[in-house]
């Protein structure tokens, strides 16, 4: 029984599928888990005569460290992700971010790749990755490019990629030894669940003091919201319960929740001051050491 | 479309129409443990092992099977891990309708033979994936901690 009909194309190299998303433009789509894809075609919400398949390029699937970066294939699933020690050694919060995301039959399909490509506003490890800094990496039909990820999602599933453009890998910074980083993420379950609201954090803290810090939140906005205002009012400070309760009440008010079956605009708001307070002092405690 | 795998040990050549799931094909060549449920990647009735690995196969296109070894319920039928973990999950009472029960199942056995230690929410985790409506999952994972003490 088929339940959609399009033409199914297997690419062996990047390249090809460039030039295949180029040649067929807005009659194709691509598909990394197919998690997304799929449910979209079946609904209706998508359809394309062509689906061109990116998870057999083994060499989009490869997580390594290349001098300060840590490179993860945009093909990796999120299940090798998750349990891959360099992700551990270099920036421990994705992996926290990943773990509870849907459930082990999806991980082990999902992409970040994918994950980016989609641009759906509730998405976890887009924010994550904002958060450290990251930046994507896109191969299209002119060659390849590097886009900051705060820059990659313009809107709710609208990106920058053009027709023939794909992800072949997101790149993150080694962290400071003085870094610390934390994904804080509010569901109606624990597991299987799509985020209420998520806030990353990452701070650096030098003799007790935060020097820099970065705030990104997820699902209370068309987009990874950074939350600039939270961001500087921590700058300077030192680490704690107040600083933090004060900042978390900065991000509740520059969230742009929508109401929705999740939770109403109110409620997110107020899930989001209690997230970023807690990211705010886990990240502090990693930063400084005193948590891992 | 002419598909070549390996299903549950033995060599099958299946036909799927373009666009096929892999649920789809699994369905017509008999593996009825392998249950259409939500079929948007939610609830975890559909679980088979693709090269090991749990997935939920209402979201993998038939195509991407090829060549893969696929494991479902009926492949592990004298498995002597699956067989304790059935007869736990009938000690404890874990089986309702019956609808989650072979998502449940595979999830489970994966997760057992991975080893390690296995808390009970070890087990939730891994059972995240699989929606139950009836018994309130106590049971289910009552019938996984107990197949784990039964472990040699």
Not at chain 1, 57 to 81: C, F, P, W, Y
Not at chain 1, 243 to 250: H, I, S, T, Y
Request: net charge negative.
């Amino acid at each position: 029984m088929a339940f959609c009909d399009f033409k199914l194309h297997k690419p062996e190299s990047v390249t090809e599928a460039c030039r295949l998303g180029r040649e067929f433009g807005r009659t194709c789509a691509y598909m990394s888990g197919g998690t997304e894809l799929l449910v979209d075609l079946r609904s209706g919400r998508k359809k394309v005569a062509h689906v061109i398949a990116l998870g057999g390029l083994k060499e989009l699937r490869e997580i390594r460290r290349d001098g300060d970066t840590l490179h993860i294939g945009a093909q990796a699933t999120l299940s090798e992700i998750a349990e891959a020690p360099l992700v551990h050694e270099v920036f421990p919060a994705l992996a926290e971010a990943i773990v509870t995301m849907a459930g082990v039959q999806i991980r082990n399909l999902a992409t970040m790749g994918g994950n980016f490509s989609c641009g759906v506003p509730c998405s976890d490890t887009p924010p994550i990755t904002c958060a450290a800094g990251g930046s994507i990496v896109v191969a299209g039909p002119d060659g390849e490019r590097e886009v900051a990820a705060r820059d990659f999602v313009l809107a709710p599933r609208t990106t920058v990629l053009n027709p023939g453009d794909i992800v072949t890998a997101i790149r993150i910074p080694v962290q400071p030894t003085t870094s610390g980083a934390s994904f804080q993420r509010f569901t109606m379950r624990r597991g299987s669940a799509l985020a209420v609201a998520s806030v990353s954090a990452w701070l650096n803290v030098e003799q007790g003091v935060i020097t820099a810090a970065r705030v990104v939140m997820g699902a209370v906005g068309p987009i990874p919201l950074f939350a600039e205002n939270c961001a500087a009012s921590v700058v300077g400070q030192a680490p704690g319960d107040s600083v933090f309760a004060d900042a978390g009440a900065l991000a509740a008010a520059e969230a742009q929740p929508i109401s929705d079956l999740r939770g109403s605009e109110q409620y997110r708001r107020d899930v989001v001051a209690v997230l970023a307070r807690r990211a705010l002092a886990c990240a502090a405690a990693r930063a400084e050491g005193r948590t891992s | 479309m002419k598909l070549t795998l390996s299903l549950n040990g033995h060599s099958t050549e299946l036909v799927a129409a373009p666009g096929a799931r892999l649920l789809d094909v699994l369905r017509d060549a008999g593996c009825t443990s392998v249950k259409r449920g939500c079929e948007t990647g939610d609830c975890g009735a559909c679980c088979v092992l693709l090269d090991g690995e749990p997935v939920n196969s209402c979201v993998v296109p038939a195509a991407f099977a090829a060549d893969a070894i696929v494991t479902t319920l009926e492949g592990l039928n004298d498995d002597p891990l699956m067989r304790r973990l059935q007869d736990c999950f009938l000690e404890a009472g874990a089986v309702q309708c019956g609808y989650c029960t072979p998502g449940l199942l595979l999830v489970a056995w994966q997760r057992l033979r991975e080893g390690g230690e296995l808390t009970e929410y070890d087990v939730r985790h891994a059972m995240s994936g699989n929606l139950c409506r009836c018994t309130g999952y106590a049971k289910p994972v009552r019938a996984v901690l107990d197949a784990w003490e039964a472990m040699p």
